[in-house]
């Protein structure tokens, strides 16, 4: 019998990390991510059986940001299978920061270490079936529909305007993998689809569903229905854990010990065999893009109810 987090003790534990954001900041390189408040702190727990409990400014929107890469993953190996994906992302952990181009050089052929760093997700956007930009974010908003059952989910369409136009390195990043091989689709359509993914706007509740329906092997939590085959939401989580929380992936293995995936926007989204899914939103960000109080939560929830999977 799991002892459940209700709203009320939520409420509890985020009041003893509320002052942590002040240890960080917020992300400023995509313009329109900069105007949020570091202050704002919102968390949401779905348990397997489908109980649901959120706390804080629960109400507020995010965009996914680097959550998305989990999504488009699972999308990814749908579409085309996992000999094709992997031949052309790798598996390994990098501990360099997301955006680094650095391993692309090192390695002959030329191909992204992990789909959670930008060169490996970028590469997965590419991947995504359809035949415009448009259909291929179509169908990663109807996949987000499926796995949340929340048919209002969609792009932000002024943060994903402003991450196009100032994504030098990302293109820089497509680029390179162009001249490579990797990406067959044109770098400025790629770089929309992911721009787009980026900026698909969430609330708690509805991270929460997909970090449970994640935990719940890939099945819809009330029909039970497979959204993503077992194997392949195994592989995502597997993910979560070596390279989910970009280069502090191991320290947060070794603190909370949960599969995660974070975001710069502030969001992460946590997955856990038997349990369900865990989101927290606080946009104050420490030096490796991680949210401060999404961490710090994850880390005391996990110490308290033993949630680590190690
Ligand atoms: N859209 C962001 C980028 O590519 C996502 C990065 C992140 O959340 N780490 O820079």
């Not at 409420?11 to 105007?35: Q, T």
């Not at 179509?138 to 994504?167: M, P, W, Y």
Request: aromatic share 8%; with cysteine.
């Amino acid at each position: 019998m799991i002892d459940k987090i209700d709203t009320e003790t939520l409420e509890g534990w985020l009041d003893n990390v509320r002052s942590f954001a002040d240890a960080g900041r917020v992300a400023d390189y995509i313009p329109a991510l900069s105007e949020r408040d570091p202050h704002e702190l919102a968390a949401a727990i779905y348990y397997l059986d489908g109980d649901y409990y959120q706390a804080g400014e629960s109400d507020c929107c995010f965009t996914l940001q680097s959550i998305s890469k989990v999504i488009s993953l699972a999308l990814a190996l749908i579409d085309n299978g996992e000999e094709y994906v992997f031949n052309r992302v790798g598996m390994e952990p990098t501990g360099d920061p997301f955006h680094s181009i650095y391993r692309l050089e090192q390695h002959r052929p030329s191909k992204p270490l992990n789909p959670m760093i930008n060169a490996g997700a970028l590469a997965v956007s590419d991947m995504i079936h359809g035949h415009t930009t448009e259909e291929k974010v179509g169908r990663l908003l109807s996949f987000l529909h499926e796995l949340t059952d929340d048919q209002s989910i969609k792009v932000n369409e002024g943060v994903a305007a402003s991450e196009f136009e100032t994504a030098y390195l990302n293109r820089s990043l497509l680029y390179y993998l162009k001249q490579h091989g990797v990406i067959n689709g044109d770098v400025e359509d790629t770089l929309k689809v992911y721009t787009h993914q980026c900026s698909i706007d969430v609330n708690v509740q509805s991270l929460a569903k997909i970090g449970a329906v994640f935990a719940n092997e890939g099945r819809d939590l009330k029909s039970g229905r497979q959204i993503i085959p077992k194997h392949l939401a195994k592989i995502c989580k597997t993910f979560m854990v070596t390279c989910g929380m970009y280069d502090a992936s191991g320290s947060f293995a070794i603190k909370v010990g949960v599969p995660a995936k974070s975001g710069v926007s502030g969001g992460v989204m946590a997955s856990i065999n038997g349990f369900g899914g865990i989101a927290v939103y606080g946009p104050s960000l420490d030096e490796k893009g991680n949210s401060v109080v999404g961490f710090k939560l994850l880390e005391i929830l996990s110490n308290r109810y033993d949630l680590s999977i190690f």
